[in-house]
């Protein structure tokens, strides 16, 4: 694929490295850490935020978290240690039951855990995919809450905007992927909008968000809120960074999008950290 000349500083909060086999075989598409970056610089991005994919049903994080940071050394990547926990994200009656019992088994991420990753420099930040890992305890939240890293939260069908006020704003920022609405859920892209009314700590990245209304309305009512994320590899960085030159806002609104914002969530993303 053609490289893109847009002039633009672009850094991606949403790519995924797999780190073996297993993790490949689980998610999909089999990318290397070398085509990963050759394909984020044919996009013209410079830096991107990296997590695992997922792991078998009560496997760790650890291991995996590890082999992305090792190989994210040398390349214009910043990994993101993946967690998980025993808490059901649904918000059913049925799920606030199972909650109330639950308890934390070896493979969930616990306070230590999270206060490891946050004080080891390999690690900037921490990913969340509530609807395959679970959601963390409260004591873990609050470990979270203590050393103030942004969380990257995949959002849903699953694990709607509501169900993630509900239980994660407020806390620490937390980057909401696809505008909360993947897969191409409109009415909760727009629900996750709403939010960044009321919740200065919320933040939306763009992957897989296809309708240009909304991430023009986005950009225009929030222009400092919105973040530029590729899906890579499920996508190529190009698709997403194609779709958000050809909207309809100032050229001031761009450059937030694609790094300016992140850079203030991130600050290693920032021009003078690469």
């Known amino acids: 694929m053609l ?14 490295l797999d780190p073996d086999e297993r993790s490949v075989a689980t998610r999909g598409r089999e990318i290397s850490p070398e085509r990963l ?11 991107a935020v990296v997590s695992p994919g997922a792991q078998r ?10 082999a992305v940071a090792r190989m994210s050394v040398d390349r214009p990547f910043l990994a993101f240690a993946r967690i ?53 305890d409260d004591e873990t939240l609050a ?29 620490f920022p937390v980057i909401l992927s696809s505008f909360g609405g993947f897969p191409l859920d409109r009415g909760l892209m727009d629900e996750a909008i709403d939010l960044l009314d009321d919740h200065d700590d919320l933040y939306l990245d763009t992957s897989f968000v296809r309708y240009r209304s909304v991430l023009e309305r986005a950009l225009l009512e929030h222009p400092d809120r919105v973040l530029f994320g590729s899906g890579a590899p499920e996508t190529h960085p190009n698709v997403g960074v194609m779709e958000i030159l050809t909207l309809d806002v100032s050229e001031d609104a761009l450059t937030k999008a694609f790094s300016k914002n992140a850079a203030r969530v991130i600050e290693a993303l920032g021009p003078g950290e690469q």
């Open 57 to 66: 049903v009560e496997g760790s994080y650890l291991r995996p978290n590890n």
């Open 143 to 171: 470990m979270l809450e203590d050393v103030g890293l942004p969380v990257f939260v995949e959002g849903g069908r699953v694990f709607k905007p509501s169900a993630v006020a509900e239980s994660l704003l407020g806390r």
């Open 84 to 136: 998980n926990g025993p808490r059901d994200p649904s918000g059913r009656a049925s799920a606030r039951l199972r909650n109330f019992r639950s308890s934390r088994a070896d493979h969930h991420a616990d306070p230590d855990d999270i206060e490891q990753y946050a004080y080891d420099d390999r690690f900037h930040g921490f990913s969340l995919a509530p609807a395959v890992d679970g959601l963390p």
């Open 3 to 16: 490289e893109l000349e847009h002039g633009f500083r672009v850094v991606d909060v949403n790519a995924r």
């Open 37 to 47: 970056e050759r394909e984020l610089h044919q996009a013209g991005v410079v830096r």
